[in-house]
């Protein structure tokens, strides 16, 4: 069954017609909750498609990833004018540069907070993070002239702990959902820009259908996102379905909540404990850990890295990574990608040898 | 820790490697032979300390080859704050010092070959690269690098270290120590500090284990004294180029800034450096610059392009050209007034989280700017190092406001700094020629 996912654009009109705020937001981990206890809708910004590149290559040079190419294109194109506010979590030394040359070189309208991840997981990261999200805070209530109580942001943070319920649901049912991997794919993914309500009303009633499992060679992808989009298609052409994945923008946000009843701490917590991330400094054993018991779970018979290109945090665990998952006995395909061009055939040519070779 | 290898490395460093190379120091300073390649009709003699120089770093891989057993032996990145392990007596090897000088050697297309053959990208840092090719490989130019006890990564150079680190450690099985280091986008945050010291000080049980003894906090004090000496000392030596003629140019800095990078808090260091300035003083006195016919003088930018140092010296100073400062070298001496002794780990954290690679391309801009009124400069090469990002994001625009709001000609060349295949001879060659004549203009 189709699922009627909400445009974009009119998500953020709608917000800002109800007086909401927009955060335009880069990749990968935020407070989500701290940004709504402000009415701060968060919209995601993942190198946006279709968007003039000679912008950004006039200021970055051409070793840099399309992500931040495309971030810095769209907002010299005045696309994010829109937003009443950029953040920018530090998740690499290409988004750092990034972050550093908006604020103190091109100077967008909208401001632009920074946002520190520690790198480690433990006790002083989260006492760090904690602080560093107090900090955020300071700047929003600056922003917005609000001072959200620590009952406003429990209530806000207890919506997002329900979408990342949801979230997880969606994974554990995926097979039953009736969803092809694009569809997927799409619903999950529209948690980038849906407020958080109209997200788990999605989930809820693409949860409420019970089909019958989906045909497709089980696999797992990894990555930073699953762009171009239509790599999801392919493989279910090639009957291969996507059960899983360990994509920076999907399942690696599949957050817990934090224990703590304290706000900022508990939001802390729970960006600390996500799932392994290279860019937030998870050693490469936690991986590989993290993926064998994915492969386990879903039956998955191999795993595609689909890798940005020039993505340093994902390049440098990859033969380590792979290795490992082979002693496992769990086969793995590499795949480089621009995200700003089609699949080239010979990528196709590529993921479908790869299946052949897992159903046999 | 074995008393056969302990008697090994009193044999192979203490009885004979060591005299033996004060000895060679000791010929080439009484006999000082110049290369038959070296360009004396336009470069002045190689500086004396030259031979004490070589001394050091041969010291320091001689130690390293039979350290293993004997010391305990750390692998640290370049930006560590070392004085907490120099103090619990380890052997230090710097990876990235390492990988300039396989650089240097020519030996980096082999090492990083090594790594690319086990699936590492070319699109990863090429000191990680040569590493990682060293390691599985086994081969250096060195003869032998110890296995490390212990791993300190610091993330006040880039986030890479931590993903190399991250690598090292589980290939060796080892303790990683991980000193983070928010970046400072504008105003170092009160809580960002706390958060550093709080590190050091929890780091310091797992050092002690791999070491095998507890820290001495006088010990520690009089570490952070030596390196607060040699990095003053250091910053001294670059601000003699305020001089005219220069009396050392960058590549000179780049050769010299090695015992700074990796043998800071050590007695030896400060000697050193105290020696090289006094010979600055003595040419600055007698009037002998770097380059014989100094007429006009650059500002360099980024990582040196290791295995073209000769080139850029030799073609520059055909021209009258010395390139007399440069942002790198001066990252290792800026710190110096955070250093002190009376809280050691405060100074160390405040010390570790302000240098130039974790601070805004707008304090780059600020320094280069500083660097080009205090230095007199005509011009600025920015080397676009493929392979480190953090450094080279900015310089587009960092290069665009120098022309524009400084009135500086200023040249981005796009290279690496450790591999020469992402180095394009011709396209280099007829760039800086271009700009040689601007200058010129
Ligand atoms: S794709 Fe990789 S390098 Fe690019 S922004 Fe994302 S994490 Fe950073
Ligand atoms: S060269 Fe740049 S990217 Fe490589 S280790 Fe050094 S600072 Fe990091």
Redesign the pocket.
Known sequence: MPINIPQRKAVIQDIKSRGGMVAAVLPIHYPRALLRAFNIFPVEVWGPPRVDVSLGGSQLQSYVCAIVQNALSFIKMGALEIADLILIPHTC?SLQGLTSLLIDMVKPPSPVFPLYLPRGRREEDVIFLAEELQSLYAGLAELTGRRPTDAELLAAIAREELCDQLSGRLYEQRQTLGLGNLDFYRLLRSREYLPAEEFAALAESALAVEAAPLPGTPLLLSGILPEPMMVLDLIEEMKGLVVADDFAGCGRRLYRPGLSPEPFRRLAESLVAAPPDPTRGNAIGDRVQFLVEMAAKTYARGVIFYEVKFCEPELFDLPELRAALKERGLVSLHIEVDINNPLPQQTATRIGAFLEMLNH | MTIINSLKYYWNVKLTGQPFLAWQRRQAESHPKISARWRSDILSPPLKIAARTRELISRHYLEGRYAAGHRPVAWV??GAPVEILQALGFYILYP?NHGALCGVRGAVVELSGAAENAGYSTDI????RTDIGSVLSGKTPVGRLPPPDLLLACTN??Q??LH?YRVLARHFQVPLILIDTPFVYSKLAEHSLEYVKIQLENSIPAAERAAGRKLDYRRLKEIVQLSKDATELWQEIINRGHQRPAPLSVFDQFIHMAPIVEMRGQKATVDFYAALLKELDENIANGIGAVRNERKRLLWDN?PIWYRLRYFAEYLGEHGICVVASTYTNAWGELAPFMNTQKPLAAIARTYISPI?NQGTGYKLATMQRMVTEFQLDGIILHS?R?????SIGQIEQRNRLIQEFDIPALLLEAD?DDPRAYAEAQVASRLAAFVEMLDD
């Open positions: 030394d | 990145t370049s990235e840092c090429s000191y990680a150079i880039c890479t270290v190399w990582l690679l190092d392979s480190c990002k953090p450094y700094h």
